[in-house]
């Protein structure tokens, strides 16, 4: 009786012990020193940020993505970020993934994301189970390649919902994770009733208590949900991977702005040097993902669009770095 009780008392400090440091690396993790940056800068060249055609930009287009990442590769990008469901009609349609991968290793491109809407943290446990087996199948395939993450949106959540809920399914989600080699970073959706601001989604990956939890910031659902920049200081290189780049016009009013009222990196009035600033001061140095909606630039020369896109956004992280 002794003996059991001893070995009880054990186990309960092993796995105190365990979540204290789980914990511990989620935290070290979203709120770091600024020595990956450093490295960043190192890896990246002199302008110390990469740059990345989330190819919602051109998603008006219609182009198949293996024409998405020839324009990522010819417009002078360093990585790209697919949509699931181009993915998803290249492979049936009869497209290989070796192929793909061969095109992304030619065009010099790295996969830093992939954009999908997967009902990951649903109540509903039928709904929330068929989205994890297809997170797998997403997963599975992003690392054939050689993707790095997956978005993790709060897609099919349609109320408020309790961090500390979202946070364990978040842990699920991450671990299965590390078992395809493809992180899911959380994204979070301004004006969205669960996760909306910056504040609510680095707080769930914080409760998360897994050492690869991150966030995917987003300078648009940032104003729209008006969330302050100057959160993002607070972030370090680990927890803020990727930041998807775009402004927004002063009109129309915050309010009533949408993702089609996306303009390009210094088109419009947000102040996207001191945004970038922010992260450098944090110690993240984000691979800079441009993403619009612009039905605007739908209508124009697609090769166009994505090399005004790159100019804007390097201009933008020249002033930062000045």
């Known amino acids: 009786m002794k003996s059991d009780s001893k070995r009880d008392a054990l186990n309960t400090i092993n796995r105190r012990q365990w979540l204290s440091t789980s914990a511990a690396a989620a935290l ?29 930009t051109i998603r008006g287009h219609k182009q198949p993505i293996d024409r998405e990442v020839e324009i990522a590769a010819q417009a002078g990008y360093q990585a790209i970020e697919p949509w699931m469901d181009n993915l998803q009609r290249y492979l049936q349609s009869g497209g ?29 446990d039928s709904q929330r189970a068929k989205a994890f087996e297809q997170a797998k199948k997403d997963m599975d395939t992003l690392a054939q390649l050689g993707a790095r993450r997956m978005a993790a949106p709060p897609a099919g959540l349609q109320q408020r919902m309790e961090t500390e ?106 102040p ?3 945004i970038l600033r922010l992260c450098l001061a944090g110690g993240a140095r984000p691979v800079l993902s441009l993403e619009l909606f612009n039905q605007e630039y739908y209508k124009q020369d697609v090769m166009e669009v994505a090399k005004t896109g790159l100019r804007k956004l390097k201009a933008v992280a020249a002033k930062a770095l000045a």
Not at 28 to 52: K, V, Y
Request: hydrophobic share 40%; with cysteine.
């Open 28 to 56: 070290g993790g979203i709120i770091g020193t600024s020595q990956p940056a450093a490295r960043a800068e190192t890896e990246s060249g002199a302008s110390g940020f990469r740059f990345c055609l989330n190819t919602g």
């Open 96 to 124: 290989s993934l070796k192929d793909l991968r061969q095109r992304l290793d030619d065009g010099g491109l790295t996969v830093e994301g992939a954009i999908g809407f997967i009902s990951w943290a649903v109540d509903d």
């Open 165 to 270: 809920r979202i946070a364990e399914r978040y842990h699920q989600l991450l671990e299965l994770g590390d078992r395809t080699g493809v992180t899911p970073i959380l994204e979070f959706w301004g004006k969205h009733p669960a996760i909306g601001k910056l504040c609510t989604a680095v707080s769930i990956a914080v409760e998360s208590g897994h050492p690869k939890a991150c966030v995917l910031a987003d300078v648009f659902h940032m104003y729209r949900g008006g969330s302050p920049f100057e959160g993002l200081r607070l972030l370090s290189a680990q927890a803020m991977p990727v930041l998807h780049m775009n402004d927004f016009p002063a009109n129309p009013p915050r309010d009533q702005a949408n993702d089609g009222h996306r303009v390009f990196p210094g088109d419009g009035v947000g």
């Open 272 to 274: 996207l040097p001191e």
